[in-house]
């Protein structure tokens, strides 16, 4: 069975197509457009992997991503954005535990780094069961 990704993005037709795209992979997605709706998803189901724009409800998305992964402290953490130049972004990147992607991004580069997240966490999974 593939993953359950939780999918956070504010624009509509962006979170539209990302949706799709990792549907069509098979993955169960858990498209919101707000961190309250995520929370409440949070509440529902055990996502895989948090998908998350670099601001959403006027917060920092790594503090978002930390917020929500207190609620399911296992979930990986893909941020897609744009802004990989900015020093602070690296930091929290190092810190955090936060796997960045920049745009601009194809739908089959969108889905390899997915895979290379959630292999990622299959990895540390068989290595603490040994």
Known sequence: MKATILSVCSDPVLRLVIQETLETEGYVVLSVGGLGTAVD?????KPDLLL???YIDNMVGHDAARY???RRPGMRVLMVTGLLDDDRLRYREAVQSIDVFPKPYTAAELLEK???VLGAKRSESR???K
Request: glycine share 0%; net charge positive.
């Open 41 to 45: 998803r949070l509440r529902e189901y």
């Open 52 to 54: 998350i724009r670099p």
């Open 68 to 70: 929500l992964r207190t």
């Open 114 to 116: 997915v895979r290379e």
């Open 127 to 129: 290595a603490a069961a």
